[in-house]
């Protein structure tokens, strides 16, 4: 079974930064990918970004450069650093693996960007 925790959530104002990790565990099922996504009161979960066992990246077109997915395999942690946060980045924001068990789900950390 794999056990995600992410961390790193918390108040920032417009333009700061932020760094959310996610932790996983049950190393020995076989995975293909961790992904970020976020979800705002009132809205649909929304993905955010990608990386995969081979590094390779991707990102929701509203990141506009402004994140970076990376991933620490001596500590099994992915994490999304958050640069130029803006208002419309307040969500509570997800991480999820991909495995051969199916997808599995951390609880979330909540970003809030205001002045």
């Known amino acids: 079974q794999v056990q995600l925790v992410e961390s790193g959530g918390g108040s920032v104002q417009p333009g700061g930064s932020l760094r959310l990790s996610c932790a996983f565990s049950g190393g020995d099922v076989p995975t293909y990918g961790v992904k970020w996504y976020r979800q705002a009161p009132g809205k649909q979960r929304e993905w955010v970004a990608t990386?995969?066992?081979?590094?390779?990246?991707d990102y929701g077109d509203f990141v506009q450069g402004r994140f970076k997915i990376s991933r620490d395999d001596a500590t099994d942690t992915v994490h999304l650093q958050m640069n130029n946060v803006k208002p419309e980045d307040t969500a509570k924001y997800y991480c999820?693996?991909?495995?051969?068990?199916?997808?599995?789900w951390g609880q979330g950390t909540q970003v809030t960007v205001s002045l």
């Open positions: 990386i995969l066992l081979d590094a390779s990246t």
């Open positions: 999820r693996v991909d495995s051969q068990l199916g997808p599995f």
